[in-house]
C-alpha cells in the first residue's frame, strides 16, 4: 500500500492512523521558535466518527487507507444486512450492516442511489443524496386553504423518517427533503 | 487550479496598499533613530548549520578564477549584517527577502519578509523596548508583557521547564504526537511541543507578550547567563494574537564559542540525516576581529502585515505565494 509524507497530506486524504482508517480535515504546518517543524493534522476516524488531533513531525508518513466512495442502488434488507448494487455496470453487491448504515436508514429507499464508502472492500458507512423525494403515510388531516403561513405538524415518510411539514400537506404526497438537516424543502407532486 | 485561476493575487489591493505603507513606516521609524539602512546578499556561499533550517540551493555558472558553482539563498541576513557590524557599520537595519525550504502553511512561505536590525551597545532589554515601540507605533496595540519562559510555561502548561522530569515530557506530548514518537524526541523537542500546544494556544487570548530568558540549550545566537540558579539564554520572542512575530538575541561575540555551536550543529544534523553545512569561515573571522556587543532581531513582516490587517493566513498579505509565483 502507497504511503503519504506529511507535506501530501490534504483534506480528503484518507490515511491509516493506529489501525483505524481516517480522512484528513485540515493539516497545519507549525515550527514554533526555533524548534523543528510539525504538523498538526485534524482527522476524522471513519469507524466511528470521531474528529482527532494528532501532531506528525514534519517528514513522517502515514500509510493509505484503502477506502473508496463509490454510487450503489439500495435493493432491500433482510434484517440483518441492508444490500446495495454497484452502478458502474458491475452489478457487484455489497452488503451494509447496521453501524454502517447508521443514520442513512432513515432514508433509505429502494432503487434511490447512495454514496457507500468501502474500507477494504466492504461498506464503511452510507451517505443518502442532499436531498431525497419521500412519500407521506401518516399525518395529522390537512387544512386546506392554510397554505400561507403559520403552524407546522409532524409527518411520517414511507421510510419512517419523521418530519415537520406545513399544515396543509395530506397523506400521498411526495415531499421533498434536505437529508443534512432533516427539514421539509417543497411537495414534489399532489397524488 | 489552471493557470487561468492562478494568475491573480491571493492578497487584495488594500492589503498591498497597507504593505507599502509598513515599508514607508519602517524606513522612517528607523530614519528618526539614525539606524542606516543596508542590503546584502541574497545568495550566499553558505548557507546555515541550524537543524531545523533549511536552505535552498542555487546554481550558477563559476566566474573567472572561481570555481565555486553552488551557493544558497540565504535564510536571514544575519551573518553578513554581523560582518558588516564588526567592520564599524554602527546600527543597521534591513528589510530582507528570506528563503526557507519546506516551510509552508497557514503563516508560512518558503520565501518571506524579514526586518532585521542591530543595535551596538544594547541589551536585550534594551531591544525589547525597541521592538515594542516599533510594533505598538504600528499597529496602536498595548505595550507587550514581558514574562519568562519558566513563568510562561509555569502558567500556562504548569510545568517547570528546568526541572520537570523527561517522562512527565514525553506522557504529556503523547497524547498529541502518539507515544512511540514522543519517546524519541529530545527534551528541547518536547518543551517546544508544550510551549506550541499549550503556551501559544493561551498567549493568542492575551494581550501582547515577551517571552524571554529561554533555557541555555534554546539559546542558537544568543549569550547565556545565570537567572535564579539556572542558565538562560538573552533570547526573546514576541508573541501577538498567538504569532510568533519576532526573535532577538543579545548577540553571542565569542569566535571560539561560535565555532563549537556550528559544530555541534552539524553533529546534529549528521545524527538527523541531513547534510553538514560548511562553516561560514568569515563570519568566524569577523566575530574574531571583534564584533561590537549588541542586540539584533529579526521580525516577521508578513505577520506584522496580518496583525495591522486583521488577516488569518499569509497568503492574504503576499501577492503570490510559492505555488501561484
Known sequence: MA????????????????????VILDNEFVKPGKGQAFNRVKLRNLNNNRVWERTFKSGESLEAADVVEQDMEYLYTDGEFWHFMATDGSFEQHPADEKAVADALKWLKEQDIYTVTLYNGAPLSVTPPNFVELEVVETDPGMKGDTAQGGSKPATLSTGAVVNVPLFITIGEVLKVDTRTGEYVNRVKSS | MTANERWQPTASLADLQARALQLAYLRDFFARRG????????????????LNLDSIAARFAPIAGDSCDQGWLQTSPEYHMKRLLAAGSGSIFQVFRAFRSGERGHRHNPEFSLLEWYRPGFTDQQLMAEVADLVCGWLGCSRPGVLSYRDAMQRHAGIDPFTVADEVLVQRCGAWVGESLAASLDRDTLLELVMSHQVEVALAEESPTFIHQYPASQAALARISQVDGVAVAHRFELYIGGLELCNGYWELTDADEQRARFEADNRARLAQGKPAMPVDEELLAALSAGLPDCAGVALGLDRLLMLKQGRDAIDDVVAFPLERA
Open chain 2, 35 to 50: 539606524v542606516l539602512e543596508v542590503e546584502t546578499p541574497v545568495l550566499g556561499r553558505h548557507g546555515v548549520t541550524d
Open chain 1, 3 to 22: 504511503s503519504y509524507s506529511t507535506n501530501e497530506f490534504r483534506s480528503g486524504l484518507k490515511v491509516l492512523l493506529d489501525g483505524d482508517p481516517c
